[in-house]
């Protein structure tokens, strides 16, 4: 387990919903709920700031912690994506993606690609990239945020041929490897889900330290599908698709172990002090 995803999965599922600031020395402890030093921490937390994830201000002798505002926007657009609503029907419309940036802009390049592939585009081909989702405004933002807009173009279009629906999907993602990863996320979580589900229903004493360990790590384990699974409108979805599966695991999962990891937070979480007039 990275501390610096870890960090993410915290500020991401806890902090963001209070204030959006948190004391050095809350976050030490709990990550320490993990097994990770203060001084893996204080890396992970350094390199962030570096990153252009995480800001900081002092107080007295204390240091408060929050997201930058580009930090609070990969936030928002991972909660949206995890605790996503039904998908609507697809018009059939693709956004498409293609660009020609120089090699002496290459860091640009790759930088654009991980923002595609973060975003759920599939590589058609080396310089195109496409989505059965509508992108284009982010699309414009992240271009117009990289400086790369003179070689970059955006369209919107049906595909008319020549590969079915279904082989185009599998030419530009590889769903067999998506669904084995759901896969294994359900063998992981089934029995842990189970397990818990009779202790509730028996109404045995569960920790509040426990549920915040495990509900952390579920989010921690699920956010990484945000990385591989592009977000297939069904009309899309092969018929043995796991990600419906996983997907409601993880909600009845989370619904067990959220009230006491909630608890444990707030019992664990010093905000900064409010200034007084």
């Known amino acids: 387990m990275k501390p610096q995803s870890m960090l993410f999965t915290i500020f991401g599922e806890y902090v963001r919903n209070y204030g959006s600031e948190i004391w050095i020395g809350s976050l030490t402890k709990l990550m320490g709920e993990f097994g990770l030093t203060e001084q893996a921490v204080r890396a992970a937390i350094s390199r962030m700031n570096r990153q252009g994830w995480l800001e900081s201000r002092k107080i007295g002798n204390r240091s408060y912690y929050s997201m930058t505002p580009r930090g609070k926007k990969r936030l928002d657009e991972a909660a949206a994506r995890i605790y996503k609503v039904e998908n609507t029907q697809w018009d059939g419309k693709c956004c498409i993606v293609s660009y020609n940036i120089p090699e002496e802009k290459r860091i640009l390049r790759d930088q654009l690609r991980k923002e595609l592939a973060w975003m759920g585009f599939g590589m058609l081909?080396?310089?195109?990239?496409?989505?059965?989702?509508?992108?284009?405004?982010?699309?414009?933002?992240?271009?117009?945020?990289?400086?790369?807009?003179?070689y970059v173009e955006i369209f919107t279009a049906e595909h008319q041929g020549w590969s079915s629906n279904e082989t185009l999907v599998q030419k530009c993602w590889n769903i067999d490897e998506i669904n084995a990863a759901y896969e294994e996320f359900i063998h992981l979580y089934r029995p842990a889900y189970e397990e818990l589900l009779q202790k509730v229903e028996q109404k045995a004493g569960i920790e509040d330290s426990f549920c915040f360990v495990e509900k952390s790590k579920l989010v921690h384990e699920y956010r990484k599908f945000l990385f591989i699974d592009p977000d297939l409108p069904e009309e899309l979805l092969p018929k043995l698709w796991l990600g419906r599966e996983a997907d409601q695991l993880f909600q009845d999962y989370y619904a067990l172990l959220h009230p006491g990891a909630i608890r444990f937070f707030e019992h664990m979480y010093e905000p900064a002090p409010t200034d007084k007039a």
């Open 125 to 150: 081909t080396t310089s195109t990239w496409i989505s059965p989702n509508n992108l284009t405004d982010r699309i414009k933002e992240v271009t117009e945020s990289y400086e790369v807009t003179d």
